[in-house]
Structures are given as structure tokens and as C-alpha cells.
DNA sequence: CGTTGGGTTGATCCAACTCAAACGACGTGG
DNA sequence: CCACGTCGTTTGAGTTGGATCAACCCAACG
């Protein structure tokens, strides 16, 4: 059940640490179960701990005033998250984070990455990097949103996650397992005009739907749809 | 015209640098003059320089294919901008940078950046603090674009800008200099809309629209039109 | 004065949201 | 094994928030 420090590595943040600094974190840390459905923590608690999922996958989300979702990004496993408490003082997390499956994840206590921090560039230097890739996924999708329309935001929804998880079938098809609403919330739309598109998608050919599924057929064509200037 | 290093202590990030930390700096690094209109750097530029903005304001945006803008973040003085070249190995812009008034900026090698953060905590964690702001804020903006309406979205830009820049007059109003133009790319709408709403609002008698200029005089109903669950 | 650049306002249109109804896959328990 | 409820999905019909387009106004400025 206990994670062997070594494993850490896997982590980008601690591609470099020494065994050393990968037993202070181990035991700088412990292992939280977490349900499917149930959350890591939410948005406004303390962030006392960062993360590091796993098993699983998780998503990070914000949710406004009457309850409408918005999600910000998917979790892997082995990817950090919750990070921010390691460098500020008495922080709040900025968005909460929940069990897309059941999960298996080590907390690791804000405390002890701060002390690291002070004299270990390597980690400094993984955080800003994970921030900086965070950084630019956020500006792309923020205008995303702001400049495309639904069907090629829901395009590029899907390419991103082929990229980041697609297991690969034959004839470089693709199998995502999410519902409509998932997708929706991930694409800043509602699950109807998802359910549409994909529907429209699938006459065309480019994908299957099922329940909880897509599976992408012309990968190619989706790019077309996603990048394409005219129409 | 050159500048004093011990200035550069009313960056945030170089807060708790020592004298000589700021000699460094100053010494690599050089001044640059930027007209109105023109860019520090565009979208996809190699990442060379951070820079620290002296006089002047400036935005960091991003355009699509197709050419229409959007605005990430405008910056004022003191304000460090294009720094994750300080960072990432052989980066390169993930936005461009333009002035929105002449602008005086310091231009510091990332090299000497990436040189200084290797020994020195209070910059990677000065560093980080600027990027677990400004990701902060574009969860915020991005939720908010995604569940709020244009109107709402509006509101909360001048409120916005009014917490970073307001000029306060008197009893509370106060004055921003911005085109119509400016404020829709900011709230991810258009100029028509945003003309219209002012109008609106000026109806009301919120605020007090003008070329080039809205002056707000009752910042508690923006709050209200910001927040307010019903409606 | 004419030109230019910002702003307003009206008319029109459509992409996407909302709401309602029904379907179909799945799991469960009798 | 069937009946039933649940949950994800599909589809249609109706509505609408904002975008788009076009015309015009007005202030600043050379």
C-alpha cells in the first residue's frame, strides 16, 4: 500500500530530486483514498497539502455562485496538483479538485514542500515549469472561449485528450471515456449542443458515440475542424 | 535616463533582493523605448527578455487565426511581464505585448534570470507568487467567460480595473481611460455590446460615459450587477 | 473645414441555450 | 429472467442573447 519514494521520480516536479529529498517527501506525506464522485479538497478551504494523484483521475473545477460548473483541467496520474500552497503564504485553493475515478493519491504537507523549496532549485524550477505550462494551456483555452465556436472548442476538447490519454486502438482510432456533461463542462457548453455535434460528427463518420464514450475515428478530420480558417 | 537599481526593489518580484542582486539585474539588462500601438514582442518570439515596465501601460494578448484579439492582462508600472522565459529552456512567447501608452520598459536577459534563480529562493518564489496570481485570475476570468453573462462579465472588468488603477475623484467616482474597443476585449465581447450596456447604465445613472473614458459613480450597484445571484 | 477615429443606435440574424419528452443501456432486486 | 428505476443520451421546438452590419453622430485636430 505504501508508495515506494523512488516512484516520486515519475513526477515532473521530482524528475531531479535526490533519493535523499524523495524519502523527506515521502514521509513528509500521507496517502489519501479518495471515491469516485468525492473531492480532494474545495475551492476557498486551506491548502495545506499538495497532491500527487496516483491512481485515478481527477479534475479540477470551479463552480459560480448557482452552482454551474466549469472545469479547469484533468488530472493523470502521477501530475501534481494543488501546488499553490507550497509557495504561498496561508492560501486557499482557487478551485476544487474531484474524483473522476476512484483514486489513490499522496498528500504531501505544504509545510515541508515550503522547506524544500528554500534550497532546492530543482524544485522551484519543476513548480514554475508546471506553472508555466498551466499558465499557457489557461491563455489558449481562455481564447478559445472567447474567440471560436462550440463545435471546434468541442473539437479541440477532444484532441487534447487523445493527446494527454488516448489509448490508441487500431487505425489510430481513439477511445475517451466521458459522459456529455463532462464534455460540456470541459468545452464551456451545454450537453445538449454536445450530444448534437457529436450526433452530427458520427453521420460524417469521424466518431462512434456510446454511453460514456467516444471513440474518434478520423482523428485528422477533427484537426480540420479544430485548426481550419474558412467556415 | 538609465535607471536606479534600487528602483527596481518596487518590482514585487526583486522585493527582497539584496543591493548587489539589483546590480546584477540592472547591469544585464537594457532600456527600451516603446511607442503607443507598437509591440515589446509578438505571440511565438523566442523569450530573450523579461521585462519590467517603468512608464507607461502595456497589454499582453493573444489573436487567432483569423486576427480577432484578445486581452490577457494589461500591465502597469513596476510590473514584470514575458518572464517565463526565465524559466522554461528555449521558450517562446505564448502572447504578444503592447503598449497602450508610450512605454519605458527594462528589458533583462533571461539568461541572467535563469542565472540568478539557481542560488537565489526569493526570486523562484517570487517568481511563483506572480504566477499563482496570475493564474488565479485567469480561472476566474475563465469560469466567469464561460458561465456569466456579457453584462455581468462587463461589470467585473471595471471593477478590475478600477482595484489596479483607479484614479479615485470625488466621493468614490472613478476614472478609466479606456476605448470601447479596449473594454470588450477584455470582457470577451464587443465593442457594440459594451457601448450599448454603458449606455444603459448611464441611464441609470451608474456611471458616466465619455470618448475614451467611463467614469464610474456608483461602484456599489457594479457590485451588485457583478454578484448578485437573481436576474 | 474636412478628415479621422471613437461612439451610438437601430435592424436583422443566427448559434447556442432552454425546456420537454422520450429512448435505451445498465444494474438491481424480486 | 423479467420488471423496474436510474442515468446518460438523443431529438425536437421555441426562445434569446449577442453578434453583425450599416448608418450616423460628434469631438478633436491638422
Known amino acids: 500500500m505504501s508508495i515506494n519514494p523512488a516512484d516520486l521520480r515519475r513526477v515532473n516536479v ?6 535523499e529529498d524523495l524519502k523527506i517527501i515521502a514521509q513528509g506525506s500521507i496517502e489519501r483514498s479518495i ?61 476544487s479538485a474531484q474524483a473522476l475515478e476512484d483514486c489513490n493519491a499522496l498528500a504531501v504537507k505544504s509545510t515541508t514542500l515550503k522547506e524544500l523549496i528554500k534550497d532546492r532549485p530543482y524544485l522551484s524550477i519543476g513548480l514554475m515549469n508546471l506553472m508555466t ?23 479541440r476538447v477532444l484532441l487534447r485528450l487523445t493527446a494527454q490519454m488516448g489509448i490508441k486502438g487500431e487505425h489510430n ?42 471513440v474518434i475515428l478520423q482523428p485528422h478530420e477533427l484537426v480540420v475542424i479544430a485548426e481550419e480558417l474558412e467556415k
Open 173 to 214: 482510432t481513439i477511445e475517451l471515456g466521458f459522459t456529455r456533461k463532462e464534455l460540456s463542462e470541459m468545452a464551456g457548453t451545454t450537453l445538449f449542443t454536445v450530444s448534437r455535434i457529436l450526433s452530427e460528427w458520427e453521420r460524417l463518420g469521424l466518431v462512434e458515440a456510446g454511453r460514456e464514450r467516444v
Open 14 to 19: 521530482f524528475e531531479k530530486a535526490s533519493d
Open 35 to 95: 471515491e469516485e464522485g468525492n473531492f480532494f479538497f474545495f475551492q476557498g478551504d486551506p491548502a495545506d497539502y499538495a497532491y500527487i494523484l496516483v491512481a485515478g483521475r481527477a479534475k479540477l473545477l470551479q463552480t459560480n455562485p448557482s452552482g454551474q460548473q466549469v472545469n479547469l483541467r484533468t488530472i493523470n496520474a502521477w501530475q501534481m496538483f494543488g501546488a499553490l500552497g507550497a509557495v504561498r503564504e496561508a492560501a486557499t485553493y482557487p478551485a
Open 133 to 155: 505550462d498551466y499558465i499557457q494551456e489557461m491563455q489558449e483555452r481562455y481564447r478559445e472561449l472567447a474567440t471560436e465556436k462550440v463545435e471546434r472548442r468541442i473539437a
